[in-house]
């Protein structure tokens, strides 16, 4: 059964450095997704991305974040200078057209 | 601002009875509305989604929504210990896949053998 794929499972940085997280979305979805979940917190979408643009964003999506479709296949998320606050694990998550998210296995980032 | 309202627990349940979980939105625009479980340290599963009203069945999950009163549930029959685990409720507003979803905090089951 295909599946959401995401690298690294973990990374620690410290803080004020660039982090770039990788997923691989189910091949023939169209929608992608940003999550973050920081310990012991409700899940939070962070931004979606449609035909190589971004569809929406939430508020903790500001300028440190950015999204990139590098190839057909990869899906990343970088973040520019990461604070202490970033920690939290990242769930990319992708859909087709019936609209149902799949949800990758997370990376954990730790910023110290 | 998108609210999704779940009893965080945790909600104890004997094994082989019922568990009932329940959740309320805030924007009478959603339209697609979701439940995912997720384990310790795991990332969201799809359970069930359902998008009018009424109920859904699917196995030993049905899932129930009211548009009107803005609250959608999801029982589980036959529970077993390997259903021990958080439940989300997620909500999806109307415009469709560029949506994103807005999560309830979760509840807790936990499934006594």
């Known amino acids: 059964e295909p599946e959401v794929t995401q690298t690294p499972s973990h990374q620690v940085t410290q803080m004020g450095q660039e982090v770039i997280l990788r997923c691989v979305p189910i091949?023939?979805?169209?929608?992608f997704y940003w999550y973050r979940q920081i310990l012991g917190q409700k899940v939070e979408f962070l931004v979606s991305?449609?035909?190589?643009?971004?569809?929406?964003k939430s508020e903790i999506f500001d300028d440190q974040f950015s999204v990139e479709r590098p190839d057909g296949s990869n899906f990343t998320l970088k973040i520019r200078s990461t604070k202490l606050e970033d920690s939290a694990m990242y769930f990319c998550a992708s859909s087709d057209l019936q609209e149902t998210q799949y949800f990758g296995p997370g990376t954990r980032l730790l910023v110290l | 601002q998108k609210e999704v309202e779940q009893n965080s627990g945790p909600l104890s349940v004997p094994e082989g009875a019922i568990a009932s979980l329940n959740c309320t939105y805030s924007?009478?625009?959603?339209?697609?509305f979701f439940w995912y479980r997720q384990y310790s340290g795991k990332s969201p599963e799809l359970i069930m989604f359902i998008y009018s009203n009424g109920d859904k069945e699917d196995g030993r999950f049905t899932a129930q929504l009211n548009k009107a009163s803005q609250y959608v549930s999801l029982l589980i029959r036959d529970s077993q210990p390997s259903d021990s685990a958080t439940y989300l409720c997620?909500?999806?507003?109307?415009?469709?896949?560029?949506?994103?979803?807005?999560f309830g905090k979760g509840t807790h089951l936990i499934i006594q053998p």
């Open positions: 991305f449609y035909n190589n643009e971004i569809s929406e």
């Open positions: 924007d009478r625009g959603s339209q697609s």
């Open positions: 997620a909500v999806q507003g109307s415009g469709g896949g560029a949506d994103g979803l807005t």
């Open positions: 091949s023939n979805h169209l929608y």
